[in-house]
């Protein structure tokens, strides 16, 4: 596939075009405060900044272009209605580890068979949003009014914890991401399943693993 790239220099976008480029697909780098031009390009993908992150994929949409977004910290409703309009995907993911994904996914089934748990999330201090969009995920999935916990340091990647408490006994799941190449798993599921996904906005990379 033809894939422009906004944040392709940054430090996960740069992780993840090498992967990319490495299974075969054409990327075009566009910078952040680049003029978007995307045209002829097959998908957009941005792992940006919540500020910039909308603009982006409004300007893929308008030039007939599905998006596949990593950029949490920003609300993609209103621009999931227009790609519906156009007959366009909007993919949006709080996380593209599998393995953080599925870290949600035992948490959620954790969740039926504990009275309480609460969620610490670790951050490079880089990340704007507190919590994480994974953290939020997670609660939501969980629900009970999760308490969640954020740490902003340097020296971090992405790490989630959910802590499961009960009478005399806790639960502990955990995910590190130790690298950001991780990342790009989840991008070229998204991008492979890009065109079967209904048109509008769809959420969560969980949708796309049987």
């Not at 308008?62 to 366009?88: I, M």
């Not at 593209?96 to 969740?111: D, Y």
């Not at 969620?119 to 939020?136: C, M, R, W, Y």
């Not at 009970?144 to 992405?158: E, I, M, Y």
């Amino acid at each position: 596939m033809k894939v422009a790239f906004f944040g392709a220099e940054g430090k996960a976008g740069a992780a993840v075009v090498a992967r990319l480029a490495a299974a075969g697909h054409e990327v075009r780098g566009i910078e952040i405060g680049d003029e978007p031009d995307v045209a002829g390009c097959d998908a957009a993908i941005d792992f940006t900044t919540p500020e910039a992150a909308p603009q982006n994929v409004r300007a893929a949409l308008e030039q007939g272009v599905s998006c596949v977004v990593g950029t949490t910290g920003w609300d993609p409703a209103e621009l999931g209605a227009f790609a519906s309009e156009k007959g366009l995907r909007l993919f949006v993911a709080p996380n593209f580890s599998i393995g953080a994904v599925l870290m949600m996914r035992f948490a959620r089934e954790a969740a039926e068979h504990f009275p309480r748990a609460e969620i610490v999330e670790l951050h490079n201090e880089a990340k704007k949003d507190a919590p994480s969009g994974t953290a939020k995920a997670t609660a939501e999935a969980i629900g009970g009014n999760t308490v969640v916990h954020s740490v902003r340091l340097p020296g971090l990647v992405a790490h989630q914890e959910v802590i499961f408490g009960g009478e005399g006994q806790l639960l502990t799941i955990r995910h590190d991401t130790t690298g950001r190449e991780s990342f790009a798993d989840g991008v070229l599921l998204a991008l492979a399943k890009l065109d079967e996904l209904p048109p509008g906005l769809t959420v969560g990379l969980d949708t796309l693993l049987s």
